[in-house]
């Protein structure tokens, strides 16, 4: 089975090859023949890949040892749920699963795509292709997770203990099908730039691809952050760590090209900028790539001493970032600027989104890679850290957030700001009464708890409106209220939900950044600790032993008004393998907010040192990603964008138009 | 007890940051004061554990991280002031320990970008939408035309 992968991988490799060149020869003679052999082989190198991937998992799942990647990262007295997903907890195994989306995606294209233009499919599959060629390259030349071992050991070393968790289900498959994802988008531009121009089918593909991806990298991304929050033992949900901001980049551009997206689909204006912003997030999808793949984090030296993997994928973003901008700087020219529109307009707001989405996304750039090229050019050292990025990230994101509401009150080619201000006096009258009753009422909150409370209300409220005009709140009678309500085009829900999302995830940052309160002592069996109104006795430490680790595991008693109401345990854990502490934390949600326990070290006496944690509001934060996710997966069931049914865009998008306000 | 994962394993984008599950402030560390505790915390924020990948000694369990806590904690009690301490503590560990880098000539593009593209990006789209508008308002003529147009009007 292994070696059937191994060959499978290679076979897939060679067949990207047929797909980068082909597709793209018959594009340029206008081959139709050429051209078709595009989605077949597409489809075919997904099937190769797919069953590759299933050998290796099938290794991992059965503990074979004789592979070098499986006695690695793996150890036969793991549960089997973890031996499945160490397939991904490992640097060649993650990379398969790297090209299996990519190859996946791939073979998407090649089948919804028939009602695109053949060479605009032809180019896209072939833009793919190198991708995918690039890929395989680097895993069979550097990264081969099917390198096999002679003789095989009897056990393997163990999958690091950390990693032994369900967030490696979950975690790094969404966080790839949205960062390779974006490589749909980056194929179109490509593609189109190939051409030299953008027809409608292109926006109307580029959108609903940027969707795909957000949600996913959302998702993936809310999930890293909840993941590293309960695992660490510290309560920390985003620690601006060079390996996060990798994916948070794509992330904000991705956010931009989805707004950019929608005035060019909508509009038509904004081509150039889109296919430009396209290009950009895919890229800063393989600089992410890049920057945890090839060590360089660590740093420059480590990099320096094993180079072959971070040199291969420099070469490779050197490729495709390069060549796609040169591509660009040649041909954007040639395309067509799309239509104009008052800066007072919805476009305009998404100028103004995409303005300090952009600046975002390059203090993050320039944040991350900053330390990197000081020290390799003149070998000082500095740490570029929190509050760097709360010095400088946080004061972009505060006009950006204020301005939100306003976006989709404003109508398409001239609004008029104080029709929609008007509207947003409910929504303006709410946050401020939030704003003064956190300041004012609620003991040691900072200006700063004040206005952001504000700030996240104004977000809510603000979605909510948009929702309410639309619907004709105020205006009409009830019953064509809810007609116009449940009329709606499914993008104004998307829209609605995703800017709420936003507020509550703001209002659960803030939340636990001002009011959380915390407390560090060493407790006793059978003493109480009191923390926010709620009391905890520790019970006593218990030993107890798991599949492949030892652990002690301290158990408290919750008691709300005088009763008992449940248990929180928490334990140091000790994986013999590797050697390795880890510390499993406790929690206990109440509400929106959570109680959070983790244990220190243990004393003689019985005794251990206690962190407890009261975290307000905290669930917020993974919760507002997601309504974000949700509010993508409302616009993508929107029937202007179901792929296939092109016929029937005119007319729900007319009906937006009516709705909207003007 | 060295905590240091292997780079092998750096697989997830999160992996990094469980280098050392963190443990942070011991009790036995605490100052009676809840003022100067205070104080002592909000530095520790700002201070990198030297060991670690990318974390505050506050948050890290190493045990430089501990004594540099340790150390803030006792120039405060000796009545340092904030920056004092930090100054004291960057002479002894060098830039690098610092989380937020100085506004220094070295760190300029670092501090600078921001706001730079920021105006360059407003500047950008101010220019363009300018350029355009007159073009849509005043007429539709192409460079050819209005060249035609003038020769007409000329002769």
């Not at chain 1, 793919?128 to 050991?153: E, V």
Request: overall charge positive.
């Amino acid at each position: 089975m292994v070696e059937t992968g191994h060959f499978a991988l290679v076979l897939a490799f060679a067949l990207s090859l047929v797909q980068m060149l082909v597709p793209l020869v018959g594009a340029r003679a206008g081959n139709q023949r050429l051209m078709a052999v595009g989605g077949p082989v597409a489809v075919t190198g997904f099937a190769l890949t797919a069953l590759s991937f299933t050998a290796l998992a099938t290794a991992y799942a059965g503990s074979d040892f004789s592979v070098a990647s499986v006695w690695e990262n793996s150890h036969s007295l793991q549960p089997l749920i973890y031996k499945i997903t160490g397939t991904w907890g490992n640097h060649e195994g993650s990379m398969l699963l790297w090209v299996l989306i990519l190859t996946f995606f791939g073979a998407l294209v090649a089948v919804f795509g028939n009602n695109l233009p053949a060479t605009l499919k032809a180019n896209v599959l072939a833009v793919q292709g190198m991708i995918g060629a690039a890929f395989f390259l680097f895993i069979l030349a550097t990264s081969n997770p099917f390198i096999r071992l002679n003789p095989a050991p009897i056990e393997g070393r163990d999958l690091n203990p950390i990693l032994q968790d369900l967030g490696l289900a979950v975690h790094p498959p969404l966080l790839y099908l949205g960062y390779v994802g974006f490589s749909i988008c980056f194929s179109f531009s490509v593609a189109a730039l190939i051409e030299g121009r953008i027809d409608a089918s292109w926006a109307r593909w580029v959108r609903p691809w940027t969707l795909v991806a957000w949600m996913f990298l959302t998702g993936g991304i809310a999930m890293g952050s909840y993941w590293a929050y309960y695992e660490l033992g510290w309560g920390g949900f985003w620690f601006w760590d060079p390996v996060e901001n990798a994916s948070f980049m794509p992330w904000l551009a991705g956010t931009a090209l989805l707004h950019s997206a929608i005035v060019m689909e909508k509009r038509s204006a904004l081509k150039i900028w889109t296919l430009l912003l396209a290009i950009l997030t895919f890229s800063l999808s393989l600089l992410g790539t890049f920057l945890v793949r090839s060590g360089v984090l660590t740093s420059v030296h480590a990099f320096a001493t094993d180079p072959a993997r971070g040199v291969f994928i420099l070469c490779i973003l050197t490729l495709f970032i390069g060549g796609s901008l040169t591509l660009f700087a040649l041909r954007a020219s040639r395309l067509t600027a799309g239509g104009l529109f008052h800066p007072i307009s919805r476009e305009g707001a998404l100028v103004l989104n995409n303005l300090f989405l952009t600046t975002a996304t390059a203090t993050v750039l320039v944040g991350t890679l900053y330390p990197l090229a000081l020290e390799a050019i003149t070998g000082g050292k500095i740490s570029v850290g929190a509050p760097f990025f709360d010095l400088t990230f946080g004061p972009l994101m505060l006009p950006l957030l204020a301005i939100v509401p306003f976006g989709p009150l404003l109508a398409w080619k001239r609004g008029d700001v104080l029709a929609a201000s008007q509207r947003l006096m409910a929504a303006f009258a709410l946050a401020l009464a939030a704003m003064l009753v956190t300041g004012l009422f609620i003991d040691g909150a900072s200006v700063f708890a004040a206005l952001g409370v504000g700030l996240a209300v104004w977000l809510v409220a603000g979605a909510l409106t948009d929702l309410a005009v639309k619907s004709g709140v105020g205006s009409v009678a009830p019953t064509v209220m809810l007609r116009r309500f449940a009329g709606l085009p499914r993008s104004v829900f998307g829209t609605t939900l995703a800017h709420l999302g936003l507020g509550l995830t703001l209002l659960g940052i803030v939340g636990t950044l001002s009011f959380g309160t915390e407390k560090i002592l060493t407790m006793r069996p059978g003493e109480t600790v009191e923390l926010s109104g709620h009391t905890l006795r520790f019970e006593g430490l218990y030993p107890q032993k798991g599949p492949n680790f030892t652990e002690d595991r301290g158990r408290f008693l919750l008691i709300s008004e005088g009763n008992a109401d449940g248990e929180i345990t928490s334990a140091k854990r000790f994986y013999p393998v590797r050697q390795t502490v880890t510390t499993e934390s406790g929690i206990r949600t109440l509400g929106l907010s959570q109680l959070y326990l983790s244990l220190g070290d243990a004393g003689n006496d019985g005794s251990v040192v206690v962190r407890l944690w009261w975290k307000p509001l905290v669930t917020l934060i993974w919760g507002g990603g997601l309504v974000m996710m949700a509010g993508a997966a409302m616009s993508l069931a929107d029937r202007r964008l179901r792929v296939g049914a092109p016929s029937r865009r005119r007319k729900p998008a007319a009906a937006a138009v009516s709705a909207s306000p003007t | 007890m060295s905590k240091r994962l292997s780079l092998s394993s750096l697989v997830l984008l999160l992996a990094l940051v469980f280098a050392g599950a963190a443990q942070a402030v011991k009790p036995d560390e605490v100052l009676p004061d809840p003022a100067l505790e205070a104080r002592a915390r909000a530095l520790s924020e700002g201070l990198r554990c030297m060991v670690c990948q990318n974390q505050s000694i506050d948050e890290s369990d190493a045990d430089l991280a501990r004594d540099l806590r340790i150390l803030v904690r006792q120039r405060l009690v000796a009545g340092d002031s904030d920056q004092q301490v930090m100054d004291y503590i960057v002479s002894r560990y060098g830039e690098f320990v610092l989380l937020q880098p100085r506004f220094s000539l070295r760190n300029a593009l670092l501090w600078g970008t921001p706001a730079l593209l920021l105006l360059a990006g407003g500047i950008f789209i101010v220019l363009s939408a300018r350029s355009r508008r007159p073009a849509s308002d005043s007429s539709t003529l192409s460079a050819e035309e209005q060249v035609a147009l003038d020769k007409m009007l000329r002769d």
